[in-house]
């Protein structure tokens, strides 16, 4: 890659996905997406900032990010972003190799490394299904002076499990003013951990205590449908500080759909007078209610009953796996 001599840097438009003004069509190329959720274009980027640059509060110092999901329509080259000097891939276990960032020949500080041909989907199916611990993962080392400073892992998703919820406040208190909004992020899950990119469930937000879902029905902002992995929703507070209860679950339950999740934050006073008080709002018509059917232990139960709904499922699903197994093996190459 090289570039012509009177090109000096480079700039980026917008940094999020945003509704534009002057043109009906969304913006789509910021590095991270309307909710402030990082794209892989959002690694690229970091990934050109020096290693040795570490600033307090803030991500720095050296980086490694692997830019493949490892699902059965991922390509078999899998895209590493780093600011190391070397990436060092591990496949199934085992060293794929080890290359230089110099030596990839762009003209740029930290170009992206590609491993070629580093994985067969089919090869990861049959080791998941294996009893060896963690070998159905891709690790990546980032290495400057040939000590390892960076690691990164991807594993596969299997199938989803729960739902898990995120409050992205990145280090900002959230104040109760009756304005100031927080995302909240459902995380699609497997039993270990790993989103499920290809998920398309649709989740449901229910919102209780001191805030509010913002655009809620009538925009269908609730429920959301999954992209990526995950759905979010803005919560905004009320002009009373206390604790927001936001609970999630997807809109067609069943014993083999994932759990729902829960996740309790809290506003803080507002610093700055308010001449607004929450007497002076109709929450009633505004705030989505979360139905308890008169008792919150009523709702618990039923959660735990899905829960070992889950469990027991989960066994009979091994139980399958295994007679899978078996029959790929005896009908096989």
């Excluded at 491993?115 to 090869?123: I, Q, R, S």
């Excluded at 280090?171 to 909004?181: F, K």
Aim: net charge negative; proline share 6%.
């Amino acid at each position: 890659m090289s570039f012509p001599k009177q090109i000096i840097g480079g700039a980026l438009w917008h940094s999020f996905d945003h509704n534009r003004g002057y043109h009906p069509d969304p913006f789509y190329g910021g590095i991270m997406d309307v909710f402030r959720q990082p794209k892989y274009s959002y690694y690229g980027f970091q990934s050109m900032r020096d290693p040795g640059l570490k600033v307090p509060g803030m991500e720095s110092g050296p980086m490694v990010y692997i830019a493949n999901e490892i699902t059965p329509f991922s390509s078999g080259d899998v895209l590493v972003f780093t600011n190391c000097e070397q990436v060092r891939l591990i496949v199934m276990g085992k060293e794929n190799k080890t290359l230089n960032v110099k030596d990839i020949g762009a003209n740029m500080p930290h170009p992206p490394i590609r491993f070629e041909k580093a994985y067969v989907w089919n090869d990861f199916q049959r080791i998941g299904r294996s009893q060896k611990k963690d070998a159905d993962r891709i690790v990546a080392e980032g290495i400057i002076n040939g000590i390892v400073v960076a690691t990164a892992v991807k594993s596969p998703s299997k199938r989803e499990t729960r739902l898990v919820l995120e409050a992205d406040f990145d280090g900002t208190p959230l104040l109760a003013n009756g304005s100031d909004i927080v995302t909240i992020i459902a995380k699609l899950m497997d039993e270990k951990g790993n989103v499920k990119r290809l998920g398309e469930e649709e989740v449901v937000f229910e919102v209780t205590g001191e805030g509010r879902m913002i655009a809620e029905n009538e925009s269908w902002a609730n429920p959301r449908k999954i992209e990526w992995g995950t759905a979010p929703c803005l919560v905004k507070s009320t002009t009373k500080a206390g604790s927001i209860s936001i609970y999630a679950h997807v809109l067609f339950e069943g014993v083999n759909t994932a759990l729902p999740a829960t996740i309790t934050i809290e506003s803080d006073e507002s610093p700055i007078p308010l001449l607004f008080t929450e007497e002076d709002y109709d929450s009633a018509s505004h705030a989505s209610v979360r139905q308890t059917d008169g008792n919150g232990d009523i709702v618990s139960l039923k959660n735990k009953i899905k829960e070992l709904e889950s469990e027991l499922n989960k066994v009979r699903l091994k139980e399958v796996e295994k007679q899978q197994s078996i029959f790929e093996i005896k009908d096989g190459p």
